[in-house]
Nanobody, 112 residues
Framework: QVQLVESGGGLVRPGGSLRLSCVAS????????LGWYRQAPGKQREMVATITSRDSTNYADSVKGRFTISRDNAKNTVYLQMNSLKPEDTAVYYCNLGGNKWGQGTQVTVSS
C-alpha cells in the first residue's frame, strides 16, 4: 500500500518562499503522473500543479510563474517550489499519485 508523506509546510510572510516535498513509500513513482492540490477553508480542493511521467507540467493560472513542480524518481519524491507567496495561497496542500492516491496534507499559511 503506497503512502505519500508531505512535508515543508509552515508559516511564511507574503513574498516569501517554501518548498514542499512528498515522498512515496512502498511504490515507485517513475511511471505515474504526480500532482499538488490545495484546499482552503470553506473551499473545494483545487489543482495547483501536475507533472507527467515524462516531466510535462501544468499549472493553475493563479500560480503560474510563481510555483514550480518537479520530481526525482530516484528519491521517489515530488516537489513544489513556491515563490512570491500570497495570503490567498494559504491552504492545506496535498500531493497526489496517479490520480487516486493522496497524502495527508501539509498546512501552508501566508500571513504577515
Amino acid at each position: 500500500q503506497v503512502q505519500l508523506v508531505e512535508s515543508g509546510g509552515g508559516l511564511v510572510r507574503p513574498g516569501g518562499s517554501l518548498r514542499l516535498s512528498c515522498v512515496a513509500s512502498e511504490y515507485s513513482i517513475r511511471y505515474y503522473a504526480l500532482g499538488w492540490y490545495r484546499q482552503a477553508p470553506g473551499k473545494q480542493r483545487e489543482m495547483v500543479a501536475t507533472i507527467t511521467s515524462r516531466d510535462s507540467t501544468n499549472y493553475a493560472d493563479s500560480v503560474k510563474g510563481r510555483f514550480t513542480i518537479s520530481r526525482d524518481n530516484a528519491k521517489n519524491t515530488v516537489y513544489l517550489q513556491m515563490n512570491s507567496l500570497k495570503p490567498e495561497d494559504t491552504a492545506v496542500y496535498y500531493c497526489n499519485l496517479g490520480g487516486n492516491k493522496w497524502g495527508q496534507g501539509t498546512q501552508v499559511t501566508v500571513s504577515s
